[in-house]
């Protein structure tokens, strides 16, 4: 039987239940499939780790709907409210320092002293957190290193039981993860690409932001591993011409088995990039697939952040 359920309100309201019960929750978000538990119940969220089989705690997103929770927790200043009023619902996430002592979201936290946070631009995810009325913990709700999901059945495919609910939005908008910047110190730091371009953050704060470049033995985020995203077949990126045993996904005027964007419009590109890879890795008969260009301008550096980590070999 499938635990897919159609976001209805009825629907939303068990899935909060579900959630403060301590269970699991898949939902969606505008960038890519949640899998959710609440903040505050430690239990929970290790679940979240198991089921993901991610090798080691590691932080995890708070997703909230309501700006209140940041001033009970977090280092905020007129920064902070001004990229929230301009960016927010939508795929921006922040890194901020945490204040005075609070146990109960040590674990989502991974015990460090930040809190990663963000309001997810999505009718099904806003509702959600309103109707359990705790922050919702989510990473994306795949397998460690694998793609990303955008639909409900993709988190299915890779998941299947060992979450509670899926709640099915259709599939994600905007189809990269949020952009994380590290706001604990004085200069933004980049952290990762994502959902909102780097440009328009800048423009918005009147100055540039240092690109983290990352440790990859030591990644603040795993989504610094050189391997991440990943195909099961072998990918090669920024091609011209294919070669004729190659899956090709095209990309504006270089068109292939699929195309991208065929008017070249990044954020379209974005929003198929991880279900084209999923499709790929079906239909690609000799094991191999091959990328077009992407610019590196706006939603572009997101894209060619996660195929330059899917493509990744030893
Ligand atoms: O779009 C998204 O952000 C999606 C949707 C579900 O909201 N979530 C998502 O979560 O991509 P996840 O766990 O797959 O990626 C979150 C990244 C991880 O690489 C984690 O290491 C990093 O954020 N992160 C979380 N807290 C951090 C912190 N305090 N310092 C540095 N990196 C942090
Ligand atoms: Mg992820």
Redesign the pocket.
Known sequence: MSNIYSNTEENIKKAAQVILDGGLVAFP?E????LGADVYNAKAVANIFAAKQRPHF????S?IAEVDFLREYAATDERVFALAKRFWPG?L?M?LNRIEENPSIDLA?SG?R?L?V?M?NHPTALALIKAAGVPIV???ANKYQSISPTTAQHVADGLGDKVDMILDGGACAVGV??T?I?LTGKNAVL??A??TAKEDIEEFLGEKIIVSSGNPDLP????QLLRHYAPKNTLRINIQNPDNDEFYIGFGKYDGNLNLSKSGNLAEAASNLFAFLRIADEKAIYGKIAIAPIPTTGLGLAINDRIKRASYQK
């Open positions: 978000t960038t890519v499939y949640g590691d932080p995890l997103i997703h795929p996430t890194v936290c460090l930040t990663t963000r997810p989510a990473p994306s993860e949020s994380i590290d952290l990762r994502g959902g603040t985020a795993p989504g």
